[in-house]
Every structure is written in structure tokens, then in C-alpha cells.
């Protein structure tokens, strides 16, 4: 009985991968990023992160930010590691805004020491690495996040 119940679940699993796919297909995602930290993250640890760093894109964004992460285990090393779709206003398709979403996930990985050089600007540590990409809608989220929904050991959610 055990064996048929997980026979029919698992044939389900290729259905409900298609609907996220396609919920996240409806979204107007403007970047795809992957972000890890120089430190080992936990799963719950990666969840923090993720939560924090779309905290600060939201005070960026006056509020307007939607994000969905994923966090995945590394394949040849410890810890975990993160992807995510985010939406914000369309003024954050201009080049400047860049350096504040990568130093939104900066701060939000603890990356900045809070402490002052001689001139008054932080210094910071090695910086956690993010791989910040505009979407295209040509891959869809297929192509990004929604792959990794169904490995063995990972974390999504959807940050509005």
C-alpha cells in the first residue's frame, strides 16, 4: 500500500512542478540572481538571508519588491547556497541601481563590518559573492529558480 501511495505521489511531482512553473512564469521578474556568502550557510541560515536581503531591497524600493528564493545545498562542498527572482520598479533596470541591490545583499550576508577606517567609510570583509542578471523571459523560470523547488533538501518561498 506504502509502495502505491508514494508510486502515485511521485508521478504527480512532473504536474505540480509544471504549475510553479507556470505561477512563476506570471510574474514580471526583472533580475535573476545566485548569492552565497564567504561563510557556511545552514538552511535556516540561508532562509535569514534571503528574508533580510529582501528586507533591504524593500527600503530601496519604497516597499515595492516581490523575491522568490530558493536555497540548495552545494554539490561538492558544506553549506547552502541561494537563487532568487526579484521584481522591483521598473527604475531598477538602469545600471546604477545595481551596486545598491549588490550591496543590499551585502549587508543582509553581514558582510560589512561596522567598523570605521580613518576617512569615515566601512571597512568591509571579503565580500559574499552575488551573480546579479537581468531576467529573460526567454529561459522563464524554468531556466532559474524553479528547477531547483524539488531537489532533495532545499527551502523556496515567495517574499512579497
Known amino acids: 500500500m506504502i509502495g502505491k501511495i508514494y508510486e502515485e505521489n511521485t508521478k504527480s511531482i512532473p504536474s505540480m512542478k509544471e504549475a510553479y512553473i507556470k ?3 506570471e510574474e514580471d521578474w526583472i533580475f535573476f540572481t545566485t548569492l552565497t556568502t564567504s561563510y557556511e550557510l545552514t538552511q535556516k ?3 535569514r538571508a534571503a528574508e533580510r536581503f529582501h528586507k533591504y531591497l524593500k527600503n530601496i524600493s519604497d516597499d515595492h ?3 522568490f528564493f530558493v536555497s540548495e545545498k552545494f554539490e561538492l562542498k558544506d553549506g547552502y547556497h ?3 527572482l526579484i521584481n522591483l520598479p521598473d527604475k531598477f ?3 546604477i541601481y545595481f551596486n545598491k541591490i549588490i550591496s543590499s545583499w551585502q549587508l543582509a550576508a553581514g558582510t560589512f563590518n561596522k567598523k ?3 576617512n569615515g ?3 568591509d570583509q571579503k565580500p559574499s559573492r552575488i551573480d546579479l542578471q537581468k531576467y529573460d523571459k526567454k529561459k522563464g523560470a524554468k531556466g532559474y529558480c524553479a528547477k531547483y523547488i524539488f531537489k532533495k533538501n532545499c527551502d523556496y518561498d515567495i517574499l512579497t
Open 116 to 118: 570605521m577606517d580613518e
Open 45 to 47: 541560515s540561508a532562509r
Open 82 to 84: 541561494l537563487h532568487a
Open 121 to 123: 567609510f566601512y571597512q
Open 65 to 67: 519588491c516581490k523575491m
Open 23 to 25: 505561477w512563476l512564469n
Open 93 to 95: 533596470h538602469e545600471f
